[in-house]
């Protein structure tokens, strides 16, 4: 059974820093290109960040530059380091596969950035 478990959200000013941590399960951690999404309330939920299972990393306009994402095979565990916070990024963060497939949802974890 594949599970993806987020943790590291918060409450941060502007201008912070926040690491966030997804624990996947070996199999799909191995073979698929993760990605990290992030809803905010009354918006779609986007694509922010992905990383191939080949090291090859993807970043949406808004975050580039600022939010880096990264893997430990070891671990099976995917980050995303975001810097430079600004309150637009509030929102709640998942991780998934990329493209995303319905079953491996989490609850994902909320971020806060306060102006």
């Known amino acids: 059974q594949v599970q993806l478990v987020e943790s590291g959200g918060g409450l941060v000013q502007a201008g912070g820093s926040l690491r966030l941590s997804c624990a996947a399960s070996?199999?799909?951690?191995?073979?698929?290109?993760m990605g990290w999404y992030r809803q905010a309330p009354g918006k779609q939920r986007e694509l922010v960040a992905t990383?191939?299972?080949?090291?090859?990393?993807f970043y949406a306009d808004s975050v580039k530059g600022r939010f880096t994402i990264s893997r430990d095979s070891a671990k099976n565990t995917v980050y995303l380091q975001m810097n430079s916070l600004k309150p637009e990024d509030t929102a709640r963060y998942y991780c998934?596969?990329?493209?995303?497939?319905?079953?491996?949802w989490g609850q994902g974890t909320q971020v806060t950035v306060s102006s």
């Open positions: 998934n596969t990329d493209p995303p497939e319905y079953p491996y």
């Open positions: 070996g199999i799909i951690f191995r073979i698929k290109p």
């Open positions: 990383i191939t299972s080949g090291g090859r990393t």
